[in-house]
């Protein structure tokens, strides 16, 4: 009996004290199966989100690259009963989620690109973006990545300063029993016609 308890509690202990050890939520998840348990939740229930979630989520996106570590983005999170009807007035895409974040840049922490006189705040969010959807799914949460909305609007109803640039949205919360992938989330281009080795 002891022989056989020595090598579990040591990998218990190598696990839990192993500063480096990255799966502390999904201790057996690898990346790939938590990339594609992903999809777009389009019905959400009404349960809101406990905060120590939230602050995961947060937490998922400060960790995220960016160009140059500029570090542009500026996270708003919509939850109050007022924000989230600004938040459907804004964009058609909210779901039912009882919060959503709104993804902005702050113009003066953008990086700028050398090659076209743009910049990289575009970028930095979709990374910033990605990082909190999956952070998402790994907590058993849904997310919807959200381009379709009004972000003049979206500037006008959440009185944004005029520094900040709103570039996606993300309605999130717990998954309606009923909420389902759609039929376009499992249809993948092949690795022969989006792949190329030069
Ligand atoms: C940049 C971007 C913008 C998107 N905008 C919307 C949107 O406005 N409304 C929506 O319902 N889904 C939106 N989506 C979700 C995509 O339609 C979805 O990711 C795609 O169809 C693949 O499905 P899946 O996410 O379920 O895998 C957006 C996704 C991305 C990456």
Redesign the pocket.
Known sequence: MKKLLVPFVVALLVGCCNPTNPKTESMDKDFITLATE???V?HFSDKPVEQEKIDKILRAAQVAPTAVNSQPQMIYLLRSAEAMEHANQV?P?M?GAPQAFLVCYDTERVCQRGDNGGNYGDIDC?IVLTHMMLEATDLGLGS??????DAQKAVELFNLPSNIRPV?MLPFGYPADDAA??D??SQYRSLEETTCEL
Do not use: D, E, I
């Not at 919807?144 to 909305?149: L, R």
């Open positions: 992903r999809y777009s389009r964009s895409c779901y979709s919807c990545a959200v381009g379709m909305f996606l992938p759609s376009r989330h």
